[in-house]
């Protein structure tokens, strides 16, 4: 009889930590990502702000070249926004970044009409080319699922 007290009381407190530990966001840390810091920095700055499903959908249709991303510089106009491109292998990265902030936040039951996303990119070291000749191009970025705040 002891013993069945026990194994109730060790599954409550095992139930009781499991509701302590629930998150109220999801992050995702991509690092080393071979993009460049401008196409890094003009992505976060398309997607910020937004719902997941949302953003999910708007670099969609950037790999598709239906939408290109406004940046900063010497860049040719494009339809819809002033200047911009499509930067097509960095927005494959950043959906498969996506993906993995959707899914982490399925594993933490998080609803998603409730969040929205919170993006930063970093400088991140720039290993040598061959010979000398060159660096890589490299950035770190953050993607967070962070709550909206509805102002009353």
């Not at 949302?54 to 200047?83: C, D, F, N, Q, Y």
Request: charged share 40%; aromatic share 4%.
């Amino acid at each position: 009889m002891d013993e069945e007290i026990k194994e109730e009381s060790k599954k409550e407190t095992i139930k009781k930590k499991i509701e302590e530990k629930k998150k109220t966001e999801a992050i995702v840390n991509g690092k080393n990502l071979s993009v460049s810091i401008k196409h890094a920095v003009a992505l976060c700055n398309l997607i910020r702000e937004r719902e997941i499903d949302v953003a999910i959908t708007i670099i969609e249709e950037v790999i598709k070249k239906r939408k290109a991303v406004p940046m900063r510089g010497e860049i040719p106009h494009r339809k819809g926004i002033m200047s911009g491109r499509y930067p097509i292998k960095a927005a494959g990265i950043f959906l498969k970044l996506l993906k993995s902030l959707k899914a982490n936040a399925l594993v933490n039951e998080l609803e998603f009409e409730k969040y929205k996303i919170a993006c930063k990119s970093d400088v991140a070291p720039r290993p040598y080319r061959r010979f000398g000749q060159g660096r890589f191009k490299r950035s770190h970025v953050t993607i967070k699922l962070i709550p909206i705040n509805k102002k009353e």
